[in-house]
């Protein structure tokens, strides 16, 4: 015991907290200044998500890998199930409803971690040749992006269906697949572009239609009045009109970054995209540490594409640069799915790193 004591304070990465923790406590400070109900509602997501971190970070992981394609294949089966069984709420079905405990879950939340394992799993099991992936392994790779795809999108959730689309595939871009393959998608993308316009909903069709037109959505221009009002440095509670007096829709959540920017100003903005920026450069740095453990390399970049995917189209919202679509900012939008999904996957990546030289992982072989 005394020496996996010793591997784990010796592997650990306290960076990653380090850089972390300072976006959870100004996410509650925000929260509970809002709304202290929410804020008591968070503490207890913050507490399942440490016990989660915990659980995920002592599993021996690389030992029992071979479980990650049953926890991949189950997920799929509950996206599945969501079109016969799921819980319909604002006119999307994305829920499922646990039997007598009063209790759902969203089963695309669940995918997420299942997802990223599942890719870095097939990645570590077949490696990229030095021109990189060719066809029968891109194609290989695209049924399990596009499956999840396709469900995901049906319930409908077009945001987190297009996220997992992006992170699969920049994955497999920093892992190297053929150039040849990338153009011809290019290509193929472009020309087929507006039929899968035309495949959208309506609402979605519209939120697309009010991100191009002149006129901005409601929410979109009290958001942009917030983060002007704020200024350089912010203003007080008292002075922060756009959020306590109601005018900013969902402050804690979808647009806590226009909340944020009218308490504390362009600086404060500059630094809370600071500490993302460097937690995603981090999480980059550990794919050209461990360059020959595919393993961990596809489960660090995926993340980082994440981390940054869902904080630009957050912040992009805010601004009228992208359509408002439900992306929360990561570790910082009130909720317990989408942070409790990130403590899993990073409770996942310290267990990587602290126990990679571990005798328990002593006759697993990477490539």
Same mark, same amino acid.
């Given at each position: 015991?005394?020496?996996? !004591? +010793?591997?784990?304070?010796?592997? *650990? !990465? ?27 509602? #968070? ?23 071979? =479980? ?88 409908? !959730? ?25 153009? =011809? ?18 609402? #979605? ?8 037109? !002149? ?21 007080? +509670? ?8 109601? *005018? ?14 009218? +308490? ?23 794919? *050209? ?65 602290? *126990? #990679? ?11």
């Amino acid at each position: 015991m005394l020496q996996i !004591d +010793r591997r784990i304070l010796t592997h *650990f !990465d306290f960076i990653l907290p380090i850089l972390i923790i300072p976006i959870i406590i100004l996410s509650f400070y925000l929260i509970n200044e809002a709304n202290q109900a929410l804020a008591h509602k #968070q503490l207890i997501y913050f507490s399942i998500g440490a016990i989660i971190f915990s659980i995920t970070f002592i599993i021996p992981i690389k030992k029992f890998d071979w =479980i990650i394609p049953l926890f991949y294949w189950v997920s799929i089966i509950l996206l599945f199930s969501v079109d016969f069984f799921g819980v319909t709420r604002l006119g999307a079905r994305r829920w499922l409803e646990i039997p007598f405990i009063n209790f759902t879950i969203q089963p695309s939340e669940v995918f997420k971690p299942a997802f990223l394992l599942m890719m870095a799993y097939l990645i570590k099991n077949n490696p990229p040749k030095s021109s990189g992936y060719g066809w029968k392994e891109f194609g290989k790779f695209s049924l399990y992006i596009i499956l999840p795809f396709i469900l995901i999108m049906k319930e409908p !959730d077009l945001g987190t269906a297009l996220i997992l689309l992006l992170i699969g595939y920049s994955t497999l871009f920093v892992i190297g697949v053929n150039k040849k393959i990338w153009i =011809i998608l290019g290509i193929g993308i472009i020309i087929s572009a507006p039929l899968l316009y035309s495949n959208l909903h309506g609402y #979605q069709k519209k939120r697309i239609t009010n991100f191009l037109g !002149d006129k901005k959505s409601y929410h979109v221009r009290q958001s942009i009045i917030a983060i002007g009002s704020g200024g350089l440095k912010g203003k007080s +509670r008292q002075e922060a009109t756009q959020t306590h007096l109601k *005018f900013l829709p969902v402050s804690t959540s979808d647009f806590i970054f226009a909340y944020f920017t009218e +308490r504390f100003g362009f600086l404060g903005a500059l630094g809370l995209l600071s500490l993302y920026t460097l937690l995603v450069i981090h999480l980059m740095s550990f794919s *050209f540490k461990f360059k020959k453990n595919y393993f961990l390399r596809s489960m660090v970049i995926s993340t980082s594409f994440m981390i940054f995917i869902y904080m630009s189209i957050n912040v992009a919202m805010t601004i009228a640069l992208a359509p408002v679509v439900g992306v929360p900012l990561p570790f910082f939008s009130y909720g317990g799915s989408s942070f409790i999904t990130f403590m899993v996957i990073f409770g996942i990546i310290e267990n990587l790193i602290s *126990f #990679q030289y571990d005798t328990m992982y002593s006759k697993i072989k990477y490539r």
